[in-house]
């Protein structure tokens, strides 16, 4: 063994510990570690570099969440050690608060009202994939025993179905509580008639009814009606009456159907040398159509007749609810042979209740003569 | 023979017209009466073929075989072409006052019923037996 190698190193951990001693020494790579060692003769030196062998430590200015304040970390985020707000119980096992946890929860979601926040529910639309679909909410007012203006019962401002019933025909002129698109069912379960009244005065414009005409309803009869917030009024979008204005193409089958009708005829035998319309000397025949309410007619006249000279004519029409005879409107021949004539059947709109109309004569020269003048009104 | 003053006929111009009505015993023609009843008053037109008339006529056959026969005349004008009551090519020109005689010509004219008018009061008795109601026009204004 030379000098050198009769040399010891002392080699201690930290600057204190035990002193380790002996002639060489081992640098061992430990994990992550890396060793060089380099012989430097120049300086008579030996260099050992020692090394981190992994990547870069984890960033101290990440968004880390932390349960206490880290003084490594700058950007932090400091959670508490345990949930907090509406959670509950530990990280590692958190719980949900009574107000937003289980059945209570959904049901205020879906209960706006007495447990809710009382705010409606607005969705863009509405699918209903099974039934039953039910309205409830509906009030029963004392009996009418007045007509009604600004009609505004208790509980109507929260009601979807009024149960309506008078102790005589009473009418209802307008409705409180109008919202635009609010949909009302008016059921009469009385016996009485009670009358919805189209743009009546009695009630304040907002209120009233834009009805093409009065809807009446009788016993057990129904409407449902929508509040239209552009022209203030409630509009009728159904009911099971009929309100009197004309009908749409409508196909019937296996139904009763009720029409006024109404006839009368002439039979004598009579003459005319006028050349406007006027009455034969026997007037008329003539029908008045009272069902009730303004209704579209049908007027069916019918007459012999003929002329004294050919080629002139002899028309029998009908002046409508008081209104000029037209040759629009009249049988007519220009025979000298006595004819049996039927008009065309004249269709006249909208008349009032209570018309009479009557068959009217005139000639464009000559005599004409009439007999068995027959007319049928009847009210659709 | 009556006359009545009025529109018991509704002649749509709602003008008042002269009525002389009468009863013609059975037998009577209602197509021959305006040749008949011209001819008793010249210048006079009662049906309209010719373009103008002073008036028109009706008749009524009874049920006893009888003929009501009344003469409307008109006591207005109207030769307006765009009126609107039905006569575009016929004028209405007023009629002249009839003399006594013309009137009794017309009666005689087609003769005389056993009932006849004479316009009193008693009219309306003669009227309902020859089968008229209340609301026929010869009972309107007698």
Known sequence: MGVLAALKSIVRKNSAGSDFIHRRLNLIEGTNVTLTVADDPTNDEIDVTIAAAGAAGAPSDADYLVGTANAGLSAEIVVGTTPGGELGGSWAAPTVDATHSGSAHHAQSHDHSVAGDNTALVPESVEISGGPLATRGDISPAQITANQNDYNPTGLADAVVLRLSSDAARDVTGLAGGADGRILTIHNVGSQTITLKDENAGSSAANRFALAADVILAGDDGAVLQYDSTSSRWRCIGSSVNTGGTPADQSITSRMVSLTVSQAEVTTQETTTSTTYTDLTTSGPAVTLSPGVSQDHLIFVMSRCQNSVAAQASYASVAIAGATASDNDACTTGATIDHYRMTRITHAAAVADGSTHTMRYRVAGGTGTYSFRRIIGVAL | ?142
């Open chain 2, 1 to 142: 023979m009556r006359t009545r003053i009025g529109n018991p006929y509704n002649e749509p111009h709602g003008l008042s017209c002269r009525n002389i009505d009468w009863v013609a015993p059975p037998g009577t023609s209602p197509d021959a009466l305006p040749a008949l009843l011209e001819a008793q008053l010249p210048g006079f037109h009662l049906e309209a073929s010719r373009g103008d008339a002073h008036g028109f006529i009706s008749t009524s056959l009874r049920p006893d075989g009888s003929l009501y026969v009344c003469v409307t005349l008109y006591d207005f004008e109207c030769s307006d072409p765009q009126c609107q009551l039905g006569h575009p090519d016929v004028a209405f020109h007023q009629a002249p006052q009839l003399t006594a005689g013309q009137l009794d010509a017309m009666q005689q004219a087609t003769g005389i019923h056993s009932i006849n008018l004479d316009g009193t009061g008693a009219d309306i008795a003669r009227l309902r037996a020859l089968g008229f109601a209340d609301a026929d026009v010869p009972m309107r204004g007698a």
